[in-house]
């Protein structure tokens, strides 16, 4: 009994180790190490996208018009092809302003996702707080709210391909940057969440 109850505690301690950059190597982080994420940075760009959000068996689909307004400020429509508005929001550095959001998306769980989805999308820069490298990626390792964001970088050109949002243990959502233009615009971006029935489709549109 006293060895099954130690290999228990040995799966429940270790089994759930988050795997996200097991294979990797770690590097040291030098002071000059920072977080970057330069796809919705210009602000003479209003990035449009064709949007298909599946949320726990709804599926809504139009148009996501994300704009940076000011250096600390950017804002997300998301209207349907009719022109109704599914959600308006609003964020300034760590804030949100909700300025319309229809009922079926206005469910805390829901909403709070869909906050920090965008939150995360949209957040240009951030400490390094972890290093890691392979054949295909280097890896940058940043910690907010006791959750932790793993970036990315292509080795063959530093491109930024994904970011693995993750709980201790656990990863519980990766977006993804497709078919990258040479102006830093990712024409396709897929969120997908793991614990929760809510994956986000983007296509760009235009400039």
Do not use: W
């Not at 977080?35 to 209003?46: E, G, L, M």
């Not at 929001?89 to 469910?107: A, C, G, H, P, T």
Request: hydrophobic share 40%; with cysteine; aromatic share 12%.
């Amino acid at each position: 009994m006293r060895y099954l109850l130690i290999s228990i505690l040995i799966i429940s301690v270790f089994g759930c180790k988050v795997a996200t950059v097991d294979n990797f190597t770690e590097s040291e982080v030098k002071s000059n190490d920072v977080v970057q994420n330069a796809y919705f940075s210009n602000a003479n760009i209003d990035y449009v996208y064709k949007a298909d959000i599946a949320v726990y068996g709804n599926e809504f689909s139009g148009i996501l018009i994300l704009k940076k307004v000011t250096p600390k400020k950017h804002r997300i429509v998301f209207t349907s092809q009719f022109g109704s508005t599914f959600f308006d929001i609003e964020f300034e550095k760590n804030q949100y302003k909700i300025n319309s959001i229809v009922e079926q998306l206005d469910r805390k769980i829901i909403l709070n996702t869909l906050i920090r989805d965008f939150s995360l999308l949209i957040k240009e820069r951030g400490t390094v707080e972890g290093k890691y490298y392979d054949d295909t990626y280097n890896v940058l390792k940043n910690v907010r709210d006791k959750r932790s964001n793993y970036y990315f970088y292509n080795q063959s050109d530093m491109r930024l391909h994904k970011i693995v949002h993750t709980t201790k243990r656990k990863e519980k959502f990766i977006i993804l940057f497709n078919d990258v233009s040479k102006d830093l615009i990712a024409k396709n971006i897929r969120i997908d969440h793991k614990n929760i029935k809510l994956n986000i489709d983007l296509n760009f549109l235009k400039k």
